[in-house]
């Protein structure tokens, strides 16, 4: 896997912002979800209100794969030359903390509802907001190097180079 790239494509670039937008949307739509997993959990019927949640958090679930596969393909840009060690370091645990988040709120969701375990439907929601918060990390991450450091990261993520 070649590390040393200039800059993200405009592919990985598009696939970032949509998988953003898809992990905002599912939380959006994770009420009509609870009230269907709380309905099948009683031996009910279902309602149906958990269908747009499971049809964007597949879709976002499919962007992941994809970025990870152009990820292995292409490459990342290295963390900004500025930083010290351990803030880099930072950054590159925080993104591979935030793939394994990404994959894996998807996977247990897909497992809890189709498999029928409520200890995975406890798992998605724990590992949910723990991507919650490394998400808000990462945001106000991305907004310091901006704002304060002023290095041009942000930057990365708006152009291709
Ligand atoms: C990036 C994708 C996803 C995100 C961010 C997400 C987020 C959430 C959130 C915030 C909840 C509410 C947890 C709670 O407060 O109880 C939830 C519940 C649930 N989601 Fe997802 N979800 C995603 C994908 C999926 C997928 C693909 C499925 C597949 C069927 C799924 C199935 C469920 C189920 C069954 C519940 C109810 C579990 C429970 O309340 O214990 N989710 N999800
Ligand atoms: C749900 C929301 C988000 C998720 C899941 C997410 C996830 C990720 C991941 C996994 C990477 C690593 C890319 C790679 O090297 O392969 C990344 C990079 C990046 N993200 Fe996000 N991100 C989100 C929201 C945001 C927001 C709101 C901003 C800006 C305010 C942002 C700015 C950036 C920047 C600038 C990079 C490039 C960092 C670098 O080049 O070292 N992201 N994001």
Do not use: C
């Not at 929601?125 to 190097?145: D, I, K, Q, R, S």
């Amino acid at each position: 896997m070649t590390d040393k790239i200039a800059g993200y494509n405009r592919a990985q670039i598009i696939l970032h912002w949509l998988t953003a937008v898809l992990v905002i949307a599912s939380f959006v739509t994770h009420e009509g979800m609870k009230t269907a997993w709380r309905a099948v959990s009683r031996g009910q019927t279902d309602p149906g209100s958990g269908q747009l949640h499971i049809y964007i958090g597949i879709a976002a679930l499919a962007m992941v794969l994809l970025r990870l596969a152009l990820r292995y393909l292409r490459g990342a840009p290295e963390q900004p030359e500025g930083s010290g060690a351990l803030i880099r370091l930072a950054g590159t645990l925080t993104h591979w903390a935030l793939y394994g988040l990404l994959v894996l709120v998807p996977v247990t969701g897909l497992w809890a509802w189709y498999i029928g375990s409520r200890d995975a439907g406890d798992i998605h929601e724990t590992l949910f907001n723990g991507l919650w918060v490394l998400v808000a990390l990462h945001t106000l991450a991305a907004l310091y190097h901006h704002y304060v450091v002023r290095d041009g990261l942000l930057r990365r993520m708006l152009s291709a180079g």
